[in-house]
């Protein structure tokens, strides 16, 4: 697991956690594209606790750019640089935290629909 945080004046404001791993093992073979080869498999975008003011203010200065989405520019860059086929995310249904934020009642950011 390897992990990219996103700084603002010296502090963490966002975080992404990614792995490296072969597109079969995380789709299965039942998938009709029958995706092969390494790929970045995107598992977590994380924003830093109280940290809402330097959010907005980063997003304000990359001219209204959402932090998370610098994330993932880094993550189709590092997929560029390692010559990897395009990034994968886990679905937020899926993932192992999905259950317990909606618990919570938090709120989460969901790529899954458009």
């Not at 490296?20 to 594209?33: E, K, M, N, T, W």
């Not at 679905?91 to 618990?103: Q, T």
Request: no cysteine; glycine share 8%; aromatic share 4%.
């Amino acid at each position: 697991m390897r992990d990219i945080a996103l700084h603002w004046h010296g502090t963490i404001v966002m975080s992404m956690a990614f792995s490296v791993l072969d597109a079969s093992v995380v789709i299965g073979r039942r998938d009709p594209q029958h995706l092969t080869g390494p790929r970045i498999v995107i598992g977590a975008l994380r924003g830093s606790r109280g940290e809402g003011p330097a959010l907005r203010a980063l997003s304000h200065a990359s001219q209204r750019l959402r932090p998370s989405a610098l994330l993932v520019l880094a993550a189709q860059a590092l997929t560029a640089t390692w010559n990897l086929a395009p990034p994968l995310a886990v679905m937020g249904a899926s993932h192992v935290s999905a259950r317990l934020a909606s618990i919570r009642g938090e709120r989460a950011m969901n790529y899954d629909t458009t």
